[in-house]
């Protein structure tokens, strides 16, 4: 007999804790209506958060699904001052060539409504900004690369979860992205396998925060019955 090529799968019992459809349906109602009450602000007061939220919103994160179960994410957790300073600088250094002659007609445009410029005010204001670094492959024991897949689907779904998980602590965030993103692969000392992918600056709105008078699409328009 030919030995397996791979080790055997190993399973265990599924945790599942059924419910009633009235229950679920109470459950889903209550997120949904939590979640639609997310908005994106600007303006972020520099009140203080505690750690623990910071670590709890990154757990919830990383419990997301991911490619081959590769986890390929990084979140870099900043809170001193002078750092997140540094940040500032050089994303409002790109962003001035973004809004002032790189960004063509239509991208500026499209931007528009929401009013978003250079001044990148979050950064500093902000008591946390997490960046979240995609691994775009492995790296094993002895320096080899390893092939991690879907790590911006991956990526995308943790950053999701991040996102849900600040809003449902009574938190805002604002996913940011700086263009290009280089920057903060130097500032954060981070490894050539990781690609910044998105800055959330974490914290409580400002007294004055506003946000866009926009609306959500409606259900028709993002369902489609088959
Ligand atoms: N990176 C720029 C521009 C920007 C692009 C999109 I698409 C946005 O939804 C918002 C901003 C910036 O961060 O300002």
């Not at 009013?115 to 492959?137: C, M, N």
């Not at 050539?192 to 400002?206: I, Q």
């Not at 004055?208 to 019955?225: C, E, G, N, Q």
Request: hydrophobic share 40%; aromatic share 10%; charged share 20%.
């Amino acid at each position: 007999m030919t030995p397996d090529r791979y080790p055997a799968p190993r399973f265990v019992p599924l945790a599942f804790a059924r419910r009633t459809p009235e229950q679920s349906l109470l459950a889903a109602q209550t997120f949904y209506e939590q979640m639609e009450q997310r908005r994106t602000t600007r303006h972020f007061s520099t009140e203080s958060v505690p750690r623990a939220l910071i670590e709890l919103a990154i757990r919830t994160a990383g419990t997301a699904p991911s490619g081959a179960h590769q986890q390929p994410w990084t979140f870099v957790a900043v809170a001193a001052p002078e750092l997140k300073q540094r940040m500032r600088d050089a994303a409002e250094r790109e962003e001035h060539a973004f809004y002032h002659g790189k960004a063509p007609e239509e991208w500026l445009s499209a931007l528009a409504p929401l009013g978003t410029d250079e001044h990148k005010t979050h950064l500093s204001d902000a008591p946390w900004v997490v960046v979240l670094f995609r691994q775009t492959y492995g790296v094993n024991a002895d320096g080899s690369k390893r092939t991690f897949y879907y790590t911006q689907e991956s990526c995308g779904i943790a950053a999701g979860l991040f996102i849900a998980a600040v809003h449902c602590m009574g938190l805002v965030t604002l996913t940011h992205t700086p263009s290009p993103m280089a920057f903060l692969s130097e500032l954060l000392e981070r490894p050539v396998n990781e690609k910044a992918m998105l800055v959330m600056p974490v914290g409580y709105p400002a007294a004055d925060a506003r946000v866009p008078d926009i609306a959500r699409k409606s259900l028709d328009d993002i369902i489609v019955w088959k």
